[in-house]
């Protein structure tokens, strides 16, 4: 079908439907009314009855109320079956002309995707399904669309993220997959909350590029004629809070990054960041493995969680795995001494790259060049949950230097089904050590990189007032909840994606 006469269709559908709700209204009914207030909701009503028999409804017939949108309608001339859905399930109603009266001239007017209110008594039809018998009829809401032909699975995916109030309307399962990340936001914060932290609110404009190395989305104030950066990361904003004396504090947090846009990556996305005064990286992981594992459990009832054609064990503990272990485990050709050679790493992984990617790697140290091996080599390969630690120095310029190998930082990162679930460290409390750090990433920015941070004054001043030792830790929402809802894209379990202009 040409595009031209899809639209035809359309327009003559719309018509149709705006013709009908005057003809409610010349009937006495507001095509967009308000007041009516349904007493019951459908699926309370169906576990409330599920063992209810035919005869024991007929003897003692149940009134209820209920209203929701038309989402099947069967007619047979004076009768007809129609199936509402509320925000609890469905319900089938029947209606009869000789029941109703007048009121069946509403009826015979309403389309697939009305919402209608109905009261009647409750009885199983000949098939057994628990059915409404009409009394009363009154229509609410005029849809002027027509739902999409075969919109359950409509192939082209872009419509449905674009049009999700048509997803969530007509495909109850994505609906479900929503209620579940609520499920697992809700858990998230109990579980904090029962262990004493304090939720706050920070700043999502920012003055400076900084809490993360991302590429920032830009912005200005008018009044103070200044620009600002939307928030990458609200890491200093609550690092400051326990300086300030709140010693365990979280957010759940949105933030831009501008970045591209992947199955896995959204420009605007939720995080959760928490921190916890007298902790170390160790009992962030500790703390990790607890409240996942928990999560799992709360939002799917099970430890074992299927994802896309696999089993996700969340069962804690969780294998810890060295990065420099792992490169060499992919990596067999490299020798200790290798991974400590930026040249070497050049060289081992430059087959693997365009030009243009090779070019990025020369001005990267051993650190660095180190990091972009294991995300070559090893970052798919981590199915199962498990804790990468022992990060270079040279990437980790929030975290703490380990003790006795000041090349590392005491942190770790979370991989699941190959993803970066999440990121945590033992925090940098040195204001003398974070102005160095910070000045390096400065120096990075001069030799052309792209995703740094800037120097934050104000945050080495905070640090010079005293942070007590410090764990923190930056936890995905939505790729969790990709995981918990055995959805394979994060714009599955985000409600309005980020979208190309729709072509008109």
Excluded at 471 to 483: H, P, Q, Y
């Amino acid at each position: 079908m040409s595009d031209e006469t899809e639209s035809a269709k359309e327009h003559e559908l719309y018509s149709q439907r705006l013709e009908k709700a005057e003809r409610w209204r010349a009937l006495g009914c507001n095509p967009f009314g308000n007041g009516f207030r349904p007493a019951d909701l459908a699926g309370d009503i169906a576990r409330k009855h599920a063992a209810d028999t035919a005869e024991q409804l007929e003897a003692a017939p149940p009134s209820h109320s209920i209203a929701g949108r038309v989402v099947a309608l069967r007619s047979f001339g004076k009768a007809a079956f129609i199936k509402l859905r509320d925000r609890s399930g469905e319900l089938q109603i029947h209606v009869k002309k000789d029941v109703l009266g007048d009121q069946f001239e509403r009826f015979k007017l309403t389309d697939l995707g009305d919402f209608v209110g109905v009261k009647g008594t409750l009885f199983r039809s000949k098939t057994g399904e628990l059915t409404l018998a009409a009394t009363e009829y009154l229509p609410l809401t005029k849809a002027l669309r027509a739902p999409p032909e075969k919109w359950h699975g409509l192939a082209d995916v872009e419509t449905r993220y674009r049009q999700r109030y048509l997803d969530l309307a007509w495909n109850p399962e994505v609906k479900e997959v929503f209620l579940r990340r609520t499920a697992l936001v809700r858990y998230l914060r109990e579980f904090l909350d029962r262990r004493g932290f304090v939720e706050v609110e920070t700043p999502m404009m920012h003055p400076l590029v900084s809490g993360a190395a991302a590429r920032p989305f830009t912005t200005h104030h008018n009044a103070l004629d200044i620009p600002l950066f939307l928030r990458i990361a609200p890491e200093l904003y609550l690092k400051r809070l326990v300086v300030g004396g709140l010693e365990r504090v979280y957010e759940i947090n949105r933030n831009f990054r501008n970045e591209g846009i992947s199955t896995r990556h959204n420009p605007e996305f939720t995080m959760l960041e928490w921190y916890q005064a007298y902790a170390t990286f160790e009992d962030m992981m500790g703390c990790t493995e607890e409240m996942l594992s928990g999560a799992a459990e709360r939002v799917t009832g099970s430890l074992r969680v299927p994802y896309q054609g696999q089993t996700i064990d969340f069962t804690p503990p969780w294998p810890r795995l060295p990065m420099a272990e792992a490169v060499r485990q992919a990596f067999p050709a490299l020798s200790e001494s290798d991974l400590k050679d930026a040249d070497r790493l050049r060289a081992e992984m430059a087959p693997r790259l365009s030009e243009s990617e090779r070019k990025h790697l020369d001005a990267l140290g051993p650190g660095a060049m180190l990091a972009v091996l294991f995300e070559h080599g090893v970052e798919g390969r981590l199915v199962q949950p498990t804790f990468v630690t022992d990060f270079p120095t040279e990437i980790s310029p929030l975290a703490r230097r380990n003790d006795t190998r000041p090349e590392i930082a005491d942190r770790f990162e979370l991989f699941i089904v190959g993803r970066e679930i999440a990121n945590g460290f033992s925090e940098l409390n040195d204001p003398l050590d974070q102005k160095g750090r910070f000045e390096a990433q400065l120096e990075a920015k001069r030799r052309g990189a792209t995703e740094t941070m800037d120097y934050d004054e104000d945050y080495i001043r905070a640090l010079e007032q005293g942070m007590p030792p410090t764990g923190g830790e930056g936890l995905g929402v939505d790729r969790l909840a990709m995981l918990l809802t055995d959805t394979p894209s994060i714009r599955d379990v985000i409600l309005f994606p980020l979208l190309k202009p729709e072509k008109r």
